[in-house]
DNA sequence: GTAAGATCTCAAGCGCACTTGAAGTCAAGG
DNA sequence: CCTTGACTTCAAGTGCGCTTGAGATCTTAC
């Protein structure tokens, strides 16, 4: 038994999973990743520092987000897990992070406007739609690999 | 090569890989799902028609963004394939698919926003931190599915 | 016609992110 | 002390989203 509220407070694997909504099985596989840590007890039982929710968290919301884990390790890698982390530790992680974030969610806006500009307007089933024209587009940009957003935006382009 | 302005022009699964980034087996695998369809030739080759472009680039953003396939699946199943969608087709699907992005968009902004907010500034570390009054921040934006945020907020209610 | 290269099907394999199961250990209550 | 439930490791299995390989066929260019 202990005080609830010592700074020193210690969870066990099965409280963090109720906290966090994430499985002890997948609260052991980020260990093995290197993406979260735990101490152990003298009988090797893992508990886990309060600040450890909260990386347990972001790598949740990464998780359900599609962000690979390795890009969550990536971004997180440089701040300790030993002990509680400085502010400048958080905030270059952050920094990064930030820009993965950014990335997804600028490829996930120039979906929706792709939607709201065009299939919207049932461009993508009409071949007379005057937005669609893609020939012109892409005889102008010549042939070789196109990205995905090149295709989706060669339908604005005409 | 050949006139490259006919209607009926048809792709073959090379050419499809080549415009859309897609590689030829992923797009077999998809065919199998029924995210996409051809036509066969006499030889019982795929052939795609130009709209199939469109279906195979939504899918493939879909997929690099983390949206289940089955989720595309979902969105967009109504979308008839064999032959040229109705202007209504696309619509209903496309705002299916619309609140689907805006579902993971919003997730990524109440993310970023917990980043800039409280990461950024030390936060994630330090239990003191005044921005951290989720009850204020959070309750001002509304109820609504919180699932994300709710994990996020837990280490500062000690 | 023939050769090269693209495509076909089917089965198996791979990487990620776990889960499940077996067999054993630890922690807390009575 | 003893039981109960939570925990341990390790190995194998799962589901998704493909890729790879084998072996055959199609298409095209010469």
Known sequence: MNAAHEPEELMTIGEMGRRTGVAASALRYYEDLGLIASVRTAGNQRRYARHMLRRVSLV???????IPLADVGDA????????????????????????TLEERRRAIERLEHELTGCIGCGCLSLKACALLNP????????????????VLEEDDEG
Chains 1, 2 share one sequence.
């Open 60 to 66: 949740s919301v990464a998780k359900r987000l599609g």
């Open 76 to 99: 997180f890698g440089d701040v300790p897990m030993d002990r509680t982390p400085s502010h400048d530790d958080w905030q270059r992680a952050s920094r990064r992070w930030r820009r």
């Open 135 to 150: 020939d012109d587009a892409l005889a102008a940009t010549g042939a070789g690999p196109r990205r995905l957003e090149d």
